[in-house]
């Protein structure tokens, strides 16, 4: 198997759209570079590629113009290309934001086209004969549940640090790091990192690729030699606030009284910590073998959630939204959020949809997988995947080849919260993606 690597920088102009949150945000500078990092392979007969971009996310028809391009200029059939997001939320608008109506300019999305285009170009062009080594490790302390029940009974998304009022976290966290290591002959080795968590933990103006950026960066200082890649696993419940923080990760956050508080060098900690376990385990590896390639696409309908029995309260709490008149409404933080959310999505699932296609990923690389959803899954229906699939080593993402909805678990709906009242899915739509993630990896 030959192995290539490339990255592109990415970065926006001063200025730009941001997307990420429920308010409008313009680029003020750099922080940390934006790239579209890229892995080729080759085994003599079939080429593939996977690119991780520094975005919150792409449309499945911006993907498809992506992957179009790769196509024309070096051949690889387009179920072949791979692409992941980091899914930061201090990175560029790519399209049109979802809570504004705001749009990035058509000259950036040539941009990135062409940025991920040639990040595919470059690293087929960086070909050398390679073997493949895996291992995993432990993430501590970093990537939490998001969605809490409370004394009251009731279910909030973030509730704050040191909140007397919690009971229990509903769910529990995959700190499980997962490395692939690809050797090569006269070349930098290659490192493909996996691990799930949100990417918001820097906030504010300036590019910043977030946490991920920050593990590979430290690894790339610490190992010289090594180029790195990282690849988002299933986030959907999970994020970086600890409600009963030490007084060391306290301090390194900035904006404390904010629903979540961020900063940069909370960031840098998390980028670290991975770091810290990938370091822990890349020099006991094992090897595996990669003799060829094998991939495929499959596309599922997950029903929409609609519930047009609300949609007087929710138009109303949406005009009032609107209209910047969310203090009169009876809510405040991440409750408020949590309304506005589900408010937009019953006014706008009124005519329809009845369903949302998603895209799932797989490419096979030997004894290795890599299986890519589309939207924004739990982090259960990760585990599952990778608790049923045909592959011992197999690397679950999330919004890959497309955005998309939060992905809840069933049990999610019951119990409330800000991911299940906003999700346009109806409840199922958990088992239809592991269904039909394992079916699409048996068939490789």
Not at 253 to 264: I, N, Q, R, T
Not at 267 to 275: C, E, L
Not at 367 to 383: R, Y
């Amino acid at each position: 198997m030959k192995t290539g690597f490339s990255k592109v920088c990415i970065n926006p102009p001063y200025g730009a759209p941001m997307v990420g949150y429920y308010e409008a945000r313009f680029v003020k500078g750099i922080e940390q570079n934006l790239y579209a990092r890229a892995v080729a392979f080759d085994d003599g007969c079939k080429k593939a590629v996977v690119i991780a971009v520094d975005v919150i996310g792409l449309t499945l028809d911006f993907c498809n113009m992506a992957k179009d391009a790769i196509a024309a200029s070096t051949g690889i059939e387009k179920d072949a290309i791979f692409i992941n997001f980091s899914h930061t939320h201090t990175g560029p608008l790519v399209g049109e934001d979802f809570a504004s109506e705001t749009k990035s300019s058509d000259a950036y999305n040539d941009f990135l086209i062409t940025g991920i285009r040639d990040a595919a170009i470059y690293a087929l062009d960086d070909l050398c004969e390679s073997r493949f080594e895996v291992g995993d490790a432990e993430a501590k302390n970093i990537s939490f549940i998001r969605r809490y029940r409370m004394k009251d009974g009731g279910v909030v998304t973030n509730p704050g640090a040191y909140n007397e009022n919690i009971d229990h976290p509903l769910g529990t966290p995959d700190e499980t790091v997962k490395l692939v290591k690809i050797v090569r002959d006269g070349s930098d080795d290659i490192f493909i990192i996996n691990f799930g968590t949100h990417a918001d933990a820097v906030g504010g103006e300036y590019i910043n690729s977030d946490y991920m950026g920050y593990a590979c960066s430290t690894l790339e200082k610490a190992i010289p030699g090594i180029n790195c890649i990282f690849l988002l696993g299933p986030q959907g419940d999970v994020n970086h606030i600890n409600i009963n923080p030490t007084k060391g990760e306290w301090n390194i956050l900035e904006d404390k009284e904010a629903v979540c508080p961020h900063s940069v060098r909370h960031s840098q900690h998390m980028g670290r910590v991975i770091a810290g376990a990938v370091l822990s385990v890349c020099s006991v590896t094992e090897e595996i073998n990669a003799d060829r390639i094998s991939y495929g696409v499959k596309e599922v309908q997950l029903p929409s959630y609609r519930e047009n029995d609300k949609l007087d309260e929710a138009r109303r709490i949406w005009t009032l939204h609107e209209s910047g008149k969310d203090d009169e409404l009876p809510y405040k933080g991440m409750e408020l959020t949590t309304v506005i959310a589900e408010a937009k999505r019953i006014v706008g699932l009124e005519n329809g949809p009845e369903s949302f296609p998603f895209l799932i990923s797989a490419l096979r690389i030997g004894e290795l997988v890599f299986a890519g959803i589309g939207g924004e899954p739990f982090t259960e229906i990760g585990v599952r995947i990778s608790d049923a699939s045909p592959f011992k080593n197999t690397i679950v993402c999330c919004l890959t080849n497309n955005s998309g909805s939060y992905i809840p678990t069933k049990s999610a709906y019951d119990e409330g919260g800000y991911e299940a009242r906003a999700s346009v899915l109806m409840p199922g739509g958990d088992d239809i993606i592991v269904e039909g993630v394992v079916e699409l990896l048996k068939t490789l």
